[in-house]
Nanobody, 120 residues
Framework: QVQLVESGGGLAQPGGSLTLSCVASGSILASGTIFMMGWYRQAPGKQREMVARVTSGGTTRYADSVQGRFTASRHNAKHTIDLQMNSLKPEDTAVYYC???????????WGQGTQVTVSS
């Protein structure tokens, strides 16, 4: 099993910045690095969507809506992934979840989520 704990959510003004952090723990990590770690979000009334995800090899993918504004940084040895969010927009408001998993099941594990609200 893998446990994921997020931190860093909160309130930001439009155009502002926030940084989210996620740390993974669990006995499975003793056998190696998690293949996929990423950030996802779910706004009220909408489906959960991928924001950014990074493989253990460093391949990174972003949603079109955040490309150029958000940066995901992963540290394999520490089992962490951060999400630097710049130029925030009200439409970025959502609960942000850290997700992780294997190559065959990249979203096997989820954190509890952290609220991000962008409002003036």
């Amino acid at each position: 099993q893998v446990q994921l704990v997020e931190s860093g959510g909160g309130l930001a003004q439009p155009g502002g910045s926030l940084t989210l952090s996620c740390v993974a723990s669990g006995s499975i990590l003793a056998s190696g690095t998690i293949f996929m770690m990423g950030w996802y979000r779910q706004a009220p009334g909408k489906q959960r969507e991928m924001v950014a995800r990074v493989t253990s090899g460093g391949t990174t993918r972003y949603a079109d809506s955040v490309q150029g504004r958000f940066t995901a940084s992963r540290h394999n040895a520490k089992h962490t992934i951060d999400l630097q969010m710049n130029s925030l927009k009200p439409e970025d408001t959502a609960v942000y979840y850290c997700g992780a998993g294997s190559r065959s099941n990249p979203n096997a594990y989820w954190g509890q989520g952290t609220q991000v609200t962008v409002s003036s």
